[in-house]
């Protein structure tokens, strides 16, 4: 029983916030529509090429029916690059916020390591891609190496950074009620993170889609990247844009659930907000 | 002058001295294993195909590091440019934050570099689609960090100023532009990276000269010595770009850097 009672209480949370962000944002998605509107009217109406400019209504059609141009298998394509980015992703929350909690630890160990971090993370990783491709080879993992490299840096550094920006009040306070170390991180350090992990998270989602669909640029045979070089060689602009607009999707609701666990770990964080 | 010289020498000897051990390391491993060298060359072959007259001239170095330094720059200054004013004007009127606003959003939440196919459709070859992709990726860091800091001033001293009767340029001039400082130099500092980043892979798709065509012609004639040269030369620029802003962020904001000092 006190387990379906918690259980539904999620599930009205869930509810309220999914309400919540369509009626927050009902101005932002009216604009955007209107944006829609607009690239449609404008195209039919100044009669601009297809190869220029495609409506999106016939982006959309590509998706979902059969065209004369060019067939791709959608679902394979959509299906490999969720997939190299998910991962990617997942990696990178899971070995990032781990890594970052490990390193902490150790309070020299983490003087030694963050200026390390922190000059990598200003380099163009995005470089390293063509290297890992010819020690790799095609294919699925490389991707996600790439995608996992491109994006882990500003997960471990804004971990690092939320695990060790707290208050020496807090901190003095709880020494002088014995605090363990365990209990220090549990209690304290990494509450108090979560903040920083999230938005650290947040980079991520993009960063890992942004890895994932540069490795397919670069070399791959299946995939949303391989798409639009592919049809770019062709001068096929429509697949170029239902490319985009199924990457945009997925990486908005990445980004969405990143958030939606951003609200259910931080209530507090989002109370203060409605008072 | 002469201490600051000293202070900068202290400061950077350390980075220095981690960069050459990490050759070091890196020269040792490659010779104790016997690594070949297209699979990971030594620095010293790296260097020799950087500096070496009889291998570095069949690169032509310097072609590729203007095309690719020119793009960066470019870009850079477009990004930083329009990045700010559009913050600014954000930040000004209710009714322009309100139409951009969710455009830059939902730009924002594009996966920009996805753009770079069709930038070369529409412009073709060349400098313009390259420093396009560069300019739409690095451009939300600015705009966004910047019209954060527009917002981020405390309401007292808004109130205070108000009842002083300042005007609404002189609350931009004297307070929102000051206190934003930080946050746009912090946006500048990811768009550098950034800008290097979109050029690269302009460069990768389609490109006749710069380090990213060079890496990428390089990679299928596994010639790996100059892929991790380019590597090196791509590191160079983006961080003399980086600490570039560092050293204008001390001259725009001497007050910050005396509290960080204390």
Redesign the interface.
């Known amino acids: 029983m006190e387990k379906f009672a918690r259980v539904s209480a999620t599930m009205i949370k869930l509810g309220r916030f999914v309400r919540r962000s369509v009626v927050d944002n009902y ?3 009216l ?2 529509v209107g ?1 829609f509107l607009l690239w449609e009217f404008s195209v039919r109406i100044l009669h601009t090429p297809e ?2 400019l495609p409506t999106p209504s016939s982006a959309i059609a590509h998706l979902f029916f059969k065209q004369a141009d060019a067939n791709y298998n959608w679902a394979l394509h959509i299906r490999t690059t969720v997939y190299e980015f998910l991962i990617g992703f997942c990696v990178t929350a899971v070995s990032g916020v781990g890594l970052a909690i490990v390193i902490v630890w150790s309070k020299r160990f983490k003087n030694l390591s963050m200026p390390m971090f922190t000059f990598i ?11 890992i ?3 790799m080879g095609y294919g699925i993992k490389t991707n996600i190496l790439i995608a996992f490299l491109v994006s882990f840096f500003p997960v471990i550094i804004n971990t690092m950074t939320g695990l060790d920006s707290i208050e020496d009040d807090l901190l003095d306070l709880v020494r002088y009620l014995h605090a363990s170390k365990l209990q220090i991180f549990l209690k304290i350090r990494i509450p108090n993170s979560l903040p920083y992990i999230f938005s650290g998270l947040k980079i991520c989602s ?1 960063m890992s ?2 890895g994932a ?2 490795g397919e ?2 070399a791959s045979d299946r995939g ?2 391989y798409i ?2 592919n ?2 060689y062709a ?1 096929d ?1 429509p697949p ?2 239902s ?2 607009i199924v ?2 999707l997925a ?2 609701a990445l ?1 969405w659930v990143v958030a939606l666990f951003e609200r259910l770990l931080m209530p507090w964080a989002f109370k203060s907000q409605k008072a | 002058m002469g201490k600051s010289v000293t202070a900068f020498i202290k400061k950077i000897a350390p980075k220095l001295l981690y960069f050459f051990l990490f050759l070091a390391v890196w020269q040792a491993v490659v010779m104790v294993f016997k690594i070949k060298v ?2 990971l060359p030594s620095p010293i072959a790296v260097f020799q195909h950087l500096l070496d007259p009889s291998i570095a001239v069949q690169y032509d170095w310097w072609h590729h590091i203007g095309a690719t330094l020119m793009e960066v720059l470019v870009s850079f200054a477009a990004t930083a440019v329009v990045g700010i004013a559009l913050a600014i004007l954000i930040s000004w009127s209710r009714l322009f934050s ?2 951009l ?3 830059i ?2 730009f924002n ?3 920009k ?6 930038f ?3 412009f073709g070859y060349g400098f313009l689609p390259n420093i396009l992709v560069a300019f739409m990726i690095a451009f939300f860091p600015v705009i966004i960090n910047t019209s954060a800091g527009l917002m981020a001033v405390e309401d007292d001293l808004l109130d205070l100023v108000r009842y002083l009767n300042a005007s609404k340029l002189q609350v931009f001039m004297k307070i929102r532009i000051p206190n934003s400082l930080p946050y746009i130099f912090a946006g500048l ?1 990811i768009s ?2 950034m800008c ?2 979109g050029s ?2 302009g460069e ?2 389609a490109a006749e000269k710069g ?2 065509y060079l ?2 012609d ?2 299928a004639f ?1 010639d ?1 010595p100059t ?2 040269a ?2 090196l030369l ?2 160079a620029i ?2 003399a770009l ?1 600490s570039f802003i560092g050293f204008l962020e001390k001259i725009c904001m001497p007050w910050e850097h005396v509290q960080v000092e204390k």
């Open positions: 101005k932002s998605i604009v955007i944006f190869f220029v993370n200003s380099l163009p990783i995005i470089a390293i891609a063509p290297i491709l010819l020690w993009t889609i942004v669909i540069v640029f670069i949303l990247g639009i070089i049809s770019q001068m602009t170029i844009f490319a985009l990457i945009s990486g908005a980004y | 297209f699979i309100q139409l606003s969710p455009i959003i939902l939440s594009l996966p570099i996805a753009l770079a196919p069709l070369l459709i529409w500092k550098a990276t290097v980043v690269i892979v990768f798709i380090l990213g890496l990428r390089a990679q596994i790996t892929m991790f380019c590597l791509l590191s983006g961080l980086f």
